[in-house]
């Protein structure tokens, strides 16, 4: 703030008057923590869709028999199971990546920092890799996708079987 006396004043501890974050590091971590929240969410609900997709084929469809004599529902349940076995080789390898990326980072702590310097200000992967990345936006799309998808099938099936 400026007064007619002098000069403006700066916010106490760095913060800009009129912000939320106190630094473009703060908000950046605001949106990093975001991201993992959101892409969490995305995994916990698509696993509780497909559960729930089952179950309502089941109830819709009635049995086996039910749910084999409609084409809606045999690939509602395909799409789910594809859903789901999907996040579960996702999940396997990219444990396995990060387990590797945790060794490499253990095994030559200054190589390490050395990328972290690198990589500071670019618009890189690091400190994850650029496969790890595209493997995470594949099963994000691939999991909601096909969820929602098993969903779409199964309200079809629902109404055809009603007319």
């Known amino acids: 703030m400026s007064s007619p006396s002098g000069p403006a004043i700066p916010p106490p501890s760095g913060r800009q008057k009129n912000t939320l ?5 703060e908000a950046l971590k605001k949106v990093s923590s975001e991201f993992e929240y959101w ?6 609900t698509s696993l509780q869709m497909c559960y729930a997709l089952i179950a309502a084929n089941w109830l819709v469809f009635g049995s086996v028999n039910g749910i084999l004599a409609s084409e809606w529902a045999k690939f509602s349940l395909l799409s789910v199971m594809i859903a789901l076995a999907v996040s ?8 396995e990546a ?6 490499y980072g253990e095994c030559d702590s200054v190589r390490w920092a050395k990328e972290f310097n690198a990589a500071a200000g670019q618009r890189v992967a690091w400190p994850f890799t650029d496969d790890m990345e595209t493997i995470g936006r594949w099963m994000r799309w691939i999991k909601a996708g096909l969820t929602l998808l098993g969903g779409v099938l199964l309200i079809m099936g629902a109404i055809l079987k009603a007319v």
């Open 39 to 44: 892409t969490g969410k995305l995994t916990e």
């Open 88 to 95: 579960v080789v996702g999940a396997w390898i990219l444990s």
């Open 98 to 103: 990060l387990r590797q990326r945790v060794e």
């Open 21 to 25: 974050y106190a630094s473009p590091d």
